[in-house]
T-cell receptor, first 113, second 116 residues
């Protein structure tokens, strides 16, 4: 088991461009979470999936953000028309249903110029 | 309203000494869970320890222990015999509600520096 992986690790983009991040959870984990962490803050919840169903979305997830987990395995997080305020570390985590421990990936650091 | 409060932006400790990182929480749920995560400069969040609200004993994991005081709504992390590799950001987090893992709410973190 290689743990949670995220790609890319770093992304620099110009304001207004679209970006997509990928998260591969631990293979048997059916829950997948996305968090955003800005400088000097703790991670903030964005959304989570149980299998392919998106069960909860934060108010932080504006209509420019969309997340999918089409086959209940990997997930993608897309940000359209990026803004400088989107610059942050985007963290993915996975867990088994009814398990309290969430395993985090290394994150994707987004810089919007 | 802030649900997790970590009042220490930074802490310093000498190698081999013990250190306590403070965390207070706010919830009206009877069932909840409290977590501590370590985030080194590489960025990955590393799970350290968990305490369920109904657990009667304080959680321990190796050099980490959680000092859970339910009436005071505090869940302080104690690291014994600090090592240089313990230097990192430490985040307290809470899961509310019944059942398994749902979203976590994190505090702002405490930066721990272990001095040789």
């Amino acid at each position: 088991d290689t743990g949670v992986s995220q790609n890319p690790r770093h992304k620099i983009t110009k304001r207004g461009q679209n970006v997509t991040f990928r998260c591969d959870p631990i293979s048997e984990h059916n829950r997948l979470y996305w968090y955003r962490q800005t400088l000097g803050q703790g991670p903030e919840f964005l959304t989570y999936f149980q299998n392919e169903a998106q069960l909860e979305k934060s108010r932080l997830l504006s209509d420019r953000f969309s997340a999918e987990r089409p086959k209940g395995s990997f997930s993608t997080l897309e940000i359209q028309r990026t803004e400088q305020g989107d610059s942050a570390m985007y963290l993915c985590a996975s867990s088994l249903e009814n398990s309290y421990e969430q395993y985090f990936g290394p994150g994707t650091r987004l810089t919007v110029t | 309203a802030q649900k997790i409060t970590q009042t220490q932006p930074g802490m310093f400790v000498q190698e081999k000494e013990a250190v306590t990182l403070d965390c207070t929480y706010d919830t009206s749920d009877q069932s909840y869970g409290l977590f501590w995560y370590k985030q080194p400069s590489s960025g990955e969040m590393i799970f350290l320890i968990y305490q369920g609200s109904y657990d009667e004993q304080n959680a321990t994991e190796g050099r980490y222990s959680l000092n859970f005081q339910k009436a005071r709504k505090s869940a302080n992390l104690v690291i014994s015999a600090s090592q240089l590799g313990d230097s990192a950001m430490y985040f307290c987090a809470m899961r509310e509600g019944q059942g398994g893992s749902e979203k976590l709410v994190f505090g702002k973190g405490t930066k721990l520096t272990v001095n040789p």
